[in-house]
């Protein structure tokens, strides 16, 4: 019986050192992954100021304010010219939009990051991100913190959630027999 205890005792070390491990190695990804998605969301951010750019000097050639010619190319008779007006008008809030979502990850402290994030993700960004995305080791304070945070939430679920359990089930007495 000390021997098969004892076997389970080192086993039981493999896996908390494998948690450890794996843990630290997933989380630490998040600020890598967060960084790579901001490189695109900067490089879309860029693309659509550039072509409200273009807008705003049509607009100006009119002598309007953007808002205003965007308001009148959306009122007009025409399909086609209301047409690009709503295109315009998309493309005006896409750029609020991707801007709203730059300041509020490259603004954001470690650990509001994630959830800055969350918010204002554009899953179509964030899944090309993916697509491209290469691991790295981070050397970065944050990194060191978010694989710390990764090696204590894989331990703590391993203890909490399947090794409490089980001390649970076997510190049950066995009920006795019928007889």
Known sequence: MKSGSRFLGVFDGLIDRLLCVLGAVLLSQGPEFMQQYLQRLGGHLNESQRQLVSYQDAANKVGLPLSK???????????????????MSSAAHRSASLQAA????????????????????????????????????????????????????????YHGAVKGPIRLYRGKPKPAPAG
């Open 69 to 87: 010619f965007i308001e009148q190319t959306e009122a007009n008779p025409d399909a086609g010219v209301s047409h690009l007006g709503k295109v």
């Open 102 to 157: 730059h300041d509020a990850l490259r603004n954001a402290s470690p650990w509001a990051r994630p959830f800055a994030f969350m918010r204002h993700v554009d899953v179509d960004i964030a899944r090309n991100t993916w697509s491209a995305y290469k691991p790295a080791v981070p050397v970065t304070v944050e990194g060191l913190l978010y694989a710390l945070f990764g090696m204590l939430l894989f331990l703590l679920i």
